[in-house]
């Protein structure tokens, strides 16, 4: 046993030395103290303290005595692993494992083993070892890891911004996610500075430091809050005293209450109540107007999405180009179905897509309006929430109920922690405040006993829809019954806490009053229909005047059109501001409307803006009257419309252009109507027909046209029309002054307006006469060539065909005789020989001909193109008796559609020239390929190459390299190759590197 308590150096102290009784400390130990004699068999263990009594709760009566009973203790998934550690000590002399060992009737609990072995002669004699109980010490770490897991789940869960704070020194050392998504800090920016530096306004921040000294903690104290951009937000603190880090601190959790300061505000207001709410709040408001096709989405929109702003940005479709493409389309159907079924109310979280494909989570809130006849829907208005940093704070939820229930406690929400089935868990005090009942009383209420049953449903449903995973997380609004009998309006956010497995843990909600918010979006809404006028007119600039012309309204879309801030307009003459020389007549059109009472007229005039710009306006307006039919103001819309303006402009301009172009060009430039009436022609008609050129103006173009072509004419001209096309060239007859038919090229264009309706059929018309003799020359030219070819076929292959067969008469009478001349016999093969090469120099030169004629015929069929070039190879194979021709596959092979004939004399051409060219070398290859698109074989071979300077003249008639000395070829054979196979739609190519052989490419499309 003394090698268990050998000191640092290894050493066994000396024992003697020392007053220490260690018998008496092994038997005080909490470890079991064991050894094992390891050189006589059986082994036993020896124990030197008491085994039973070192495992919690005496559990087992019998300890094991030898190795194989030792080894039977442990649990079946450990036992191998175990006995891998105890052979690897035995080779290294010592170390520790953990295992599950039996301790009393299936019941199985972790120990640890330490062991060190005790050598002589290098052999292992005696194990010595200490044993542990460490399973209470595992479930308690992992308890307190689930704890702790749990802890940091629902502080970064919290839908409100929680930091925590020094009572000493007052710097920041703690903050959740929800901080700083919410106030756009990172932690460097906010942890570790004095959180007071924070806060905005001076009184605001003195009364809470004041209320924090004097009471210790401070509750719903509201502040203005900066970040270090500048940016503010109202927040309502809450602080309290927390023990965080052994240090005294506080814990303070920050409610954004800017929506309701913004309402507030938009309430104290009358003319800007409505702009002011949409700048004051965090949400995007947004809304579409069905029948005027007209749309709004606030700032906040385009600031969140990183997007640059647009206007008029939505169409019938709503919000859907923003939203991400996999939430579109149920986006879609859920707008379509509530259309159909005239539902108001629009409620839906959905992912939207912002600059460089940045995802955020929105929540899409919006009130729906249809007219009363059809119940077509007329306007949507709604609002858009950020929930992205709520959609993090999910998957993030594993919190410690210590910490929660304090952050819970200190919160204005009232925050529940319920089970799947129901059944609460924990429910924090602020339900007190909320709905009146604490704790307990809320605990043994049922829902119906204090919310209403439309109300219950949609609570019912939202949370049920998060408990069953059909959404990560639902938020809805309910009316409740207080305890002391009045209503209040709530508002729930419910999630789900899942374990690792993702199954259900818990309901995570968070319950807030929200009455004064609703009240106030009820007043706001009240407020809305007076500014239903400045609404629906947002894109243009809304005015009203008293009846001397002074502005006593200017909407605030002035800034965007013409740079004035309204009130730099508001008690300025608007005489004042228009263009001098418009001046008379706006003057005297505002003066009839205001003697006649008119109350829709419109006219058009320069405008100065801030940069002392002239800008063309649109203004459109009348008075209106009161109920004694005195005018008490004159109201008007303005748009500007000085880009179309501009571009009119340049239309005349261009008009002019072309005009100038047209008259002084060498083609007849014509216009035509619809009905093919002419509008216009150039003048360069008199040098192409003859006509003066107002004759032709006002008369159908189409009756100068030969009768043969005018119905084909006619037909491209509808074409033209009806495709909008540009540039579609006819060639045709045309009767000119003299009644002489000219043949000419027109090209013609179809011109459209900026809606893209007909206007004109323009045409440029020149004389190709010469062009046309050129071509019946060619004709007559190929004729003869074609008489030629069939002649020459005839008045060649007939003498030849003679000659040929005298010479085989003389062979036979040759191989008769039985002493023939061997001279003559010799010279006979030489004739052979000459009148084969002769043959196939007029087959190449009668295919060439034809070719060039036009009289090749291509006759293509549905086969096999790896079964045309195995017979080319057999084919070629007798000439070539030693050689063979490896043809290799790939891709997956397929039916083609192609002439069997031309193809297999190209690819036959180019398996000769590959043997010919190759001879005493490797054998060549055919590789054929079937891509997806396309087929490309190739033809390689090892043999002499082609030199580089006679690569670029290949494809040319009698073309044949410097280097094939005295091997047989007519030079025509790669040139009939390449045709053959452009007829075909195909392509020829070649890589060829001297002395080391060549490769040919036919490329073929799908045929």
């Not at 965090?282 to 647009?310: G, T």
């Not at 922690?417 to 049922?446: C, M």
């Not at 002769?838 to 790896?866: A, H, P, Q, Y």
Request: with cysteine; net charge negative; glycine share 6%.
């Amino acid at each position: 046993m003394q090698n268990v308590f050998n000191d640092s150096t290894d050493e066994i102290p000396d024992t003697n030395a020392k007053s220490i009784n260690y018998e008496s400390v092994v038997k005080n130990l909490l470890e079991v103290v064991w050894s094992i004699d390891m050189s006589v068999e059986p082994y036993e263990i020896i124990y030197l303290n008491d085994p039973l009594t070192r495992t919690p709760g005496e559990i087992y009566d019998k300890a094991a005595s030898t190795i194989e009973e030792w080894q039977s203790t442990i649990h079946p998934d450990d036992q191998e692993r175990i006995l891998d550690e105890v052979v690897n000590v035995l080779n290294v002399g010592s170390g520790n494992y953990a295992y599950r060992a039996l301790r009393g009737k299936d019941n199985y609990r972790y120990v640890r083993d330490r062991v060190k072995v005790f050598y002589k002669d290098g052999k292992p004699v005696r194990l010595d070892g200490i044993t542990t109980d460490i399973d209470d010490i595992r479930r308690s770490r992992r308890d307190l890891e689930l704890s702790q897991q749990r802890l940091k789940s629902i502080v970064e869960a919290l839908p409100d911004p929680v930091f925590i704070s020094t009572q000493d020194t007052g710097k920041a050392i703690f903050a959740n996610e929800m901080l700083f998504e919410v106030y756009g800090m990172n932690p460097d920016e906010f942890l570790g500075k004095k959180v007071i530096q924070f806060y905005q306004n001076f009184e605001g921040r003195k009364s809470y430091l004041e209320t924090l000294v004097k009471n210790g903690s401070v509750q719903n104290h509201e502040l203005m809050l900066q970040n270090n951009k500048g940016a503010s937000y109202w927040v309502s603190a809450s602080t309290m005293p927390l023990e965080f880090q052994n240090e005294p601190c506080y814990i303070t959790i920050l409610q954004d209450i800017t929506v309701r300061k913004s309402l507030e505000r938009e309430l104290k207001q009358s003319n800007d109540r409505y702009q002011l709410a949409v700048e004051g709040t965090n949400d995007v408001i947004w809304e579409y107007d069905f029948k005027k096709s007209k749309s709004y989405l606030s700032p906040q929109f385009w600031e969140a999405m990183d997007l640059k702003p647009e206007k008029n940005p939505l169409d019938k479709n709503l919000l859907a180009k923003f939203i991400h493409e996999e939430d579109r389309l149920e986006f879609l159907q859920l707008i379509h179905n509530k259309f159909e079924t005239k539902n108001e109310e629009l409620e839906v979280e959905t992912r939207m897509v912002g600059k460089d494909g940045r995802i955020l989570w929105i929540f899409i809130k919006a009130k729906i309006l249809y007219s009363e006849g059809k119940g077509l829907p007329k306007r949507i208005v709604g609002s858009l929430s950020n929930i992205t940093s709520l959609k993090q704070a999910q998957s993030k939820l594993r919190e410690s109920e210590a910490k929660y229930k304090l952050i819970s406690e200190n919160s204005s929400d009232c925050i529940c922690l319920q089970t799947p089935d129901g059944t609460f868990i924990f429910v924090s005090p602020a339900s007190k405040d909320i709905i009146g009942y604490d704790a307990t009383e809320l605990e043994e209420l049922r829902l119906r006993e204090f919310i209403e049953k439309d109300g219950l449903i949609q609570v019912s449903q939202a949370m049920l829809s998060v408990i069953n995973q059909e959404t990560k997380m639902a938020s809805v609004t309910f009316k409740a019954k207080h305890k002391n009998g009045h209503y209040v309006w709530l508002e729930s956010r419910g999630g789900l806490i899942t374990d690792n497995e993702g199954d259900p843990l818990y309901l995570l909600t968070s319950t807030r009053d929200v009455t004064e918010r609703f009240i106030a979006a009820q007043k706001l809404k009240e407020s809305q229909e007076r500014y239903k006028l400045i609404t629906e007119n947002s894109h243009d600039i809304v005015t009203l005047m008293n009846p001397d012309g002074v502005y006593d309204f200017v909407s605030p879309s002035v800034k965007d059109i013409l740079g004035y801030e309204t009130h730099e307009m508001i008690g300025q003459n608007s005489m004042s501001f228009i263009h001098p020389e418009d001046l008379p007549e706006v003057a005297n059109r505002m003066k009839a409307t205001i003697d006649e009472k008119l109350k829709d007229e419109k006219i058009n005039f320069r405008f100065r803006d801030k940069q002392n710009n002239w800008r063309w306006l649109e203004a459109q307006g009348g008075v209106i009257l009161n109920e004694s039919g005195e005018i008490i103001f004159i109201r008007s819309n303005k748009r500007d419309i000085t880009e179309k303006v501009l571009t009119e402009q340049k239309l005349h301009e261009k008009e002019e252009q072309y005009k100038l172009v047209s008259e002084n060009s060498g083609d007849v430039i014509a216009l035509q109507d619809f009905e093919g009436r002419i509008s216009f022609i150039s003048p360069s008609l008199k040098f192409l027909l003859g006509y003066e050129q107002d004759a032709l103006l006002d008369t159908f173009y189409s009756d100068l046209i030969h009768p043969e072509e005018q119905p084909f004419v006619q037909s491209v001209i509808n074409q033209v029309i009806e495709n909008k096309s540009k540039n579609v060239k006819v060639t045709y007859r045309i009767q000119a002054q003299d009644e002489e038919w000219v043949w000419v090229e027109s090209s013609y264009s179809s011109i459209e307006d900026s809606n893209g309706n007909f206007l004109y059929l323009q045409s440029s018309t020149r004389d190709i006469s010469e062009r046309i003799k050129a071509l019946e020359k060619e004709r007559q030219l190929g004729k003869l060539k074609s008489s030629f070819i069939s002649m020459a076929s005839h008045e060649f292959r007939t003498p030849l065909t003679t000659i040929q067969s005298s010479n085989e008469l003389i062979n036979m009478y040759l191989d008769a005789d039985p002493n023939p001349n061997t001279k003559l016999k010799k010279h006979v093969g030489r004739i052979r020989t000459e009148l084969e090469r002769m043959n196939s120099l007029l087959k190449d030169v009668f295919t060439l001909g034809r070719l060039d004629v036009g009289k090749t015929v291509i006759k293509k069929d549905i086969t096999s193109l790896t079964g045309i070039i195995k017979q080319v190879v057999l084919e070629n194979s007798v000439q070539h008796k030693s050689r063979n021709v490896l043809v290799k596959i790939k891709g997956e092979e397929r039916q083609v559609e192609l002439d069997s004939q031309l193809i297999g004399h190209s690819l036959s051409n180019l398996i000769n020239n590959a043997l010919k060219y190759s001879e005493n070398r490797p054998d060549p290859e055919v590789i054929v390929t079937y891509k997806k698109v396309g087929i490309r074989v190739q033809i390689k071979d090892y043999g002499i190459g082609i030199p580089e300077k006679d690569q670029k003249g290949l494809f040319e008639s009698f073309s044949r390299a410097t280097n094939v000395g005295d091997i047989d070829g007519t030079g025509l054979g790669l040139i009939i190759v390449k045709q053959f196979v452009e007829i075909h739609g195909g392509t020829v190519s070649f890589e060829s590197e001297l002395g080391k052989g060549t490769s040919f490419f036919i490329d073929l499309p799908d045929v």
